[in-house]
C-alpha cells in the first residue's frame, strides 16, 4: 500500500465508528462491473454494494437522469406534490403489478414501513385485539440494523448491548412450512421472509416452499410480506425472486437496486388492504418519495428492463454457477446460487472466507465473506460472459490455494 492508501486507512479507524471490516482497498472510480482505486488498480466488482449497484456502476443513462433532475428540483418534502412522483408510482406499479406504493429511502426503513402497515392492517380490518398482534420471521433473517428489526435477529451480534426490544415476534426455521403453520395463531398478521437468505450466505428453500407459504397465509388470513430488497429487480434472473415459484407476496418490499446505487430509495408495494389504512399524520419521510430520487429510480427501473439485465442475469448466472460447482477443491463445502446471487460456502477446516478474499482482491477481484467461512458473489447484472470465464479461473486458482 502506498503512503496516501495508508494515511487514509489510519484517518478511518482514528475518527470512524468500527462498525465495519472492509477489505483493505480504497476505491475511487467505477464504470460498469468495474471499479478502480486510488492506485489505479482495476478490480472486477463480485459484491455490487451488496446488490445495490446491479446496473453497473456510473450507469449513463441513471447518471444523466440524476444530474438533470438535480437542476431542476431535488426536494420538496411531502407537504407538496411534486411531478416525480405520479409517474414513479405508475411505472413501479406496472413493472410489479403492486396496487399502492409507500416510497422510502433505506431498505430497513421498508421493512419498518411494513411492519407498522401489517399491524395497522391486523387491527383495522382482520380484528385483533390492540396491541396483541404477531409477525412471523425466519432464524438467520436479515432486514436491516434498526433497533426495531435486531429485536427479532437470531445474529447474537446485532442483539447485544442494544435491547430491550419490542415484543410481538415469533421465530421459526427458514424453510420449514410446518413451522410456519404450527406458528399461526388467530393473531398472525404477517409472515416476513426473505425469498433466499443473503446476508447468511445465500440460503435457498426447498422447492415447493413458497407455494406452501402462500397457501396458508392465504387460508390463514395472514400477509405475506416478502423482503425483496437484495432479491428483487432482477438479481435471481427473474424480475422478483417470488416468481421462480409464481406465487405472488401481499407486500413487496424493495430497495438497493431501485436506484442503481446513486441514491437510496425503497418501496413498500401492496394491495389496497393494507397500505390503504394508513392516513394523513400517521407515517411519513421527509426525503421519501422526494423528486431526485423518483427520477433516479424511474431511469434505474427503465434501463433494468429495456438492456436485458434481468435476462441477462439468469444467463451469466447459471454459467457463473456451473463454473463454481465445476472447481474441485477440498476447501470448498457447498456452491449455491440463484441467477447473479451466488456463494462459495467452505469447510471451516479451510479457515475464514475473508484470506481468500484477500488472495482474489490481489487477483483483481472484490469479493466479500460472511459468516466466517462463505464468500458471496454477486456482480453487476450487465457481466458478460468473458467476465465470468475470467473471474472463474482466478476462483479456481485461488479456492485451490494451500494456505498451509
Given at each position: 500500500?502506498?503512503?496516501?492508501?495508508?494515511?487514509?486507512?489510519?484517518?478511518?479507524?482514528?475518527?470512524?465508528?468500527?462498525?465495519?471490516?472492509?477489505?483493505?482497498?480504497?476505491?475511487?472510480r467505477g464504470?460498469?462491473?468495474?471499479?478502480?482505486?486510488?492506485?489505479?488498480?482495476?478490480?472486477?466488482?463480485?459484491?455490487?454494494?451488496?446488490?445495490?449497484?446491479?446496473?453497473?456502476?456510473?450507469?449513463?443513462?441513471i447518471?444523466?437522469?440524476?444530474?438533470?433532475?438535480?437542476?431542476?428540483?431535488?426536494?420538496?418534502?411531502?407537504?407538496?406534490?411534486?411531478?416525480?412522483?405520479?409517474?414513479?408510482y405508475?411505472?413501479?406499479?406496472?413493472?410489479?403489478?403492486?396496487?399502492?406504493?409507500?416510497?422510502?429511502?433505506?431498505?430497513?426503513?421498508?421493512?419498518?414501513?411494513a411492519?407498522?402497515?401489517?399491524?395497522?392492517?391486523?387491527?383495522q380490518?382482520?380484528?385483533?385485539?390492540?396491541?396483541?398482534?404477531?409477525?412471523?420471521?425466519?432464524a438467520?433473517?436479515?432486514?436491516?440494523?434498526?433497533?426495531?428489526?435486531?429485536?427479532?435477529?437470531?445474529?447474537?451480534?446485532?442483539?447485544?448491548?442494544?435491547?430491550?426490544?419490542?415484543?410481538?415476534f415469533?421465530?421459526?426455521?427458514?424453510?420449514?412450512?410446518?413451522?410456519?403453520?404450527?406458528?399461526?395463531?388467530?393473531?398472525?398478521?404477517?409472515?416476513?421472509?426473505?425469498?433466499?437468505?443473503?446476508?447468511?450466505g445465500?440460503?435457498?428453500p426447498?422447492?415447493?416452499?413458497?407455494?406452501k407459504?402462500?397457501?396458508?397465509?392465504?387460508?390463514?388470513?395472514?400477509?405475506?410480506?416478502?423482503d425483496?430488497?437484495?432479491?428483487?429487480?432482477?438479481r435471481?434472473?427473474?424480475?422478483?425472486?417470488?416468481?421462480?415459484?409464481?406465487?405472488?407476496?401481499?407486500?413487496?418490499?424493495?430497495?438497493?437496486?431501485l436506484?442503481?446505487?446513486?441514491?437510496?430509495?425503497?418501496?413498500?408495494?401492496?394491495?389496497?388492504?393494507?397500505?390503504?389504512?394508513?392516513?394523513?399524520?400517521?407515517?411519513?419521510?421527509?426525503?421519501?418519495?422526494?423528486?431526485?430520487?423518483?427520477?433516479?429510480?424511474?431511469?434505474?427501473m427503465?434501463?433494468?428492463?429495456?438492456e436485458?439485465?434481468?435476462?441477462?442475469?439468469?444467463?451469466?448466472?447459471?454459467?457463473?454457477?456451473?463454473?463454481?460447482?465445476?472447481?474441485r477443491?477440498?476447501?470448498?463445502?457447498?456452491?449455491?446460487?440463484?441467477?447473479?446471487?451466488?456463494?462459495?460456502?467452505?469447510?471451516?477446516?479451510a479457515?475464514?472466507?475473508?484470506?481468500?478474499?484477500?488472495?482474489?482482491?490481489?487477483?483483481?477481484?472484490?469479493?466479500?465473506d460472511?459468516?466466517?467461512?462463505?464468500i458471496?458473489?454477486?456482480?453487476?447484472?450487465?457481466?458478460?460472459?468473458?467476465?465470468?470465464?475470467?473471474?472463474?479461473?482466478?476462483?479456481?486458482?485461488?479456492?485451490?490455494?494451500?494456505?498451509?
Amino acid at each position: 500500500m502506498s503512503a496516501s492508501v495508508i494515511d487514509v486507512l489510519a484517518t478511518e479507524r482514528r475518527l470512524g465508528t468500527h462498525n465495519y471490516e472492509p477489505i483493505g482497498v480504497v476505491l475511487s472510480r467505477g464504470e460498469g462491473v468495474w471499479v478502480w482505486d486510488t492506485e489505479g488498480n482495476r478490480y472486477l466488482d463480485c459484491l455490487s454494494a451488496y446488490s445495490a449497484v446491479s446496473q453497473g456502476h456510473c450507469h449513463p443513462k441513471i447518471l444523466a437522469a440524476m444530474v438533470e433532475q438535480a437542476h431542476r428540483l431535488t426536494l420538496t418534502s411531502r407537504a407538496f406534490h411534486n411531478d416525480q412522483l405520479a409517474p414513479f408510482y405508475e411505472e413501479i406499479a406496472a413493472l410489479t403489478g403492486s396496487h399502492k406504493v409507500l416510497p422510502m429511502n433505506s431498505g430497513a426503513e421498508a421493512v419498518e414501513s411494513a411492519i407498522k402497515s401489517v399491524r395497522k392492517w391486523g387491527y383495522q380490518v382482520k380484528g385483533v385485539p390492540d396491541g396483541q398482534a404477531e409477525i412471523v420471521v425466519c432464524a438467520n433473517n436479515f432486514h436491516g440494523r434498526t433497533l426495531g428489526i435486531v429485536g427479532f435477529s437470531t445474529d447474537p451480534e446485532t442483539r447485544k448491548h442494544f435491547g430491550p426490544f419490542a415484543p410481538g415476534f415469533k421465530i421459526i426455521p427458514f424453510g420449514d412450512a410446518a413451522a410456519l403453520a404450527a406458528a399461526i395463531t388467530p393473531n398472525t398478521v404477517a409472515f416476513l421472509v426473505e425469498p433466499i437468505q443473503g446476508e447468511v450466505g445465500v440460503i435457498i428453500p426447498p422447492a415447493g416452499y413458497f407455494a406452501k407459504v402462500r397457501e396458508l397465509c392465504t387460508t390463514n388470513n395472514v400477509m405475506l410480506v416478502l423482503d425483496e430488497i437484495q432479491t428483487g429487480l432482477g438479481r435471481t434472473g427473474k424480475l422478483l425472486a417470488e416468481q421462480h415459484e409464481g406465487i405472488e407476496a401481499d407486500v413487496t418490499l424493495l430497495g438497493k437496486a431501485l436506484s442503481g446505487g446513486f441514491y437510496p430509495v425503497s418501496a413498500v408495494l401492496s394491495n389496497n388492504e393494507v397500505l390503504g389504512t394508513l392516513r394523513p399524520g400517521q407515517h411519513g419521510s421527509t426525503f421519501g418519495g422526494n423528486p431526485l430520487a423518483c427520477a433516479v429510480a424511474r431511469a434505474a427501473m427503465r434501463v433494468l428492463v429495456e438492456e436485458g439485465m434481468i435476462e441477462n442475469a439468469a444467463r451469466q448466472g447459471a454459467r457463473f454457477l456451473e463454473g463454481l460447482k465445476d472447481i474441485r477443491a477440498n476447501t470448498i463445502r457447498e456452491v449455491r446460487g440463484r441467477g447473479l446471487m451466488l456463494a462459495v460456502e467452505l469447510h471451516p477446516e479451510a479457515g475464514r472466507a475473508r484470506r481468500y478474499c484477500e488472495v482474489l482482491q490481489a487477483k483483481g477481484i472484490l469479493a466479500k465473506d460472511t459468516h466466517e467461512h462463505t464468500i458471496r458473489i454477486a456482480p453487476p447484472l450487465v457481466i458478460t460472459s468473458d467476465q465470468v470465464d475470467w473471474a472463474l479461473e482466478h476462483f479456481a486458482t485461488t479456492l485451490t490455494q494451500d494456505f498451509s
